[in-house]
């Protein structure tokens, strides 16, 4: 997929320095659900690559309301109400509290844009790797869900995967569930490029420049970035630290110029 003239860099982060630029990312997953020790990712910069990893000792990201789930991720926002309130980003089931207050963040927030990923990801059965755009939600209804890719380690072989995209409605009464999650004949160890074209009425996803889904429908609200590596509970063998992973080359965001 070539850009067009007319779109200009409004985001861009090539990993090219040893240190998390924290003008662009959180490196704390809903930290509101739970606290900003519990929900700190684990990571590392080396190469010019960023590494998303579950640490041997790793604690459970929110026990309370998640279970047993960890995981380690970044964003580009953070919204939520006061302590003890219901009112908090990606409302994800019912009965949450705001357990931590973490100030307001607009780090990167597009409302439309092009948006390009280099990833590879080694998973075990237990790990999902994804990025989201999740809505700002300081108006609870803008909570749709944007998938750019979404890759569940038990759906992933050597040669084909499973990779979901599109829209989850999540809260917002606007929009419906219209996702796409059929079995494509790559191999998700290796590196590829996700995309997706996020316009007034539709979004178009791309993976290594072949168009692969396109919805009929597009939140029409600012987002951020979620860029996420989980690990879900399991009675398999213990995973060495960084057995398994998600290693990003680049992250770029375009918007048409007015």
Not at 137 to 165: L, M, N
């Amino acid at each position: 997929m070539n850009l067009q003239p007319n779109f200009k860099l409004i985001f861009e982060d090539n990993f090219d320095v040893p240190v998390l630029d924290r003008s662009k990312w959180l490196p704390n997953y809903l930290p509101h659900w739970s606290s900003l020790e519990l929900s700190a990712a684990n990571y590392e910069i080396t190469d010019e690559r960023l590494r998303l990893f579950i640490s041997e000792n790793q604690q459970c990201w929110s026990p309370e309301f998640d279970g047993e789930n960890k995981v380690s991720g970044l964003q580009t926002g953070h919204f939520a109400g006061d302590l003890n309130s219901p009112y908090g980003q990606h409302r994800f089931r019912d009965g949450l509290i705001v357990k931590s207050e973490v100030p307001e963040m607009r780090l990167f927030l597009p409302h439309y844009c092009r948006l390009d990923i280099r990833v590879r990801t080694k998973l075990k059965p237990w790990n999902l790797a994804a990025l989201w755009l999740i809505g700002f939600e300081d108006q609870p209804a803008h909570s749709g869900e944007i998938t750019v890719f979404e890759i569940f380690g038990k759906s992933a072989a050597a040669k084909e995967a499973q990779v979901g995209r599109g829209i989850k409605r999540i809260n917002d009464p606007l929009l419906k569930d219209e996702f796409d999650d059929s079995v494509l004949p790559i191999d998700v160890a290796d590196w590829h490029v996700y995309s997706m074209d996020w316009s007034p009425g539709k979004i178009e996803f791309f993976i290594d420049g072949e168009l692969a889904t396109t919805t009929s429908q597009s939140p029409n609200y600012p987002m951020q970035l979620m860029l996420n590596f989980y690990e879900f509970p399991h009675s398999g063998p213990k995973t060495p630290e960084q057995d398994s992973w998600m290693e990003i080359d680049f992250v770029r965001c375009f918007a048409q110029s007015r």
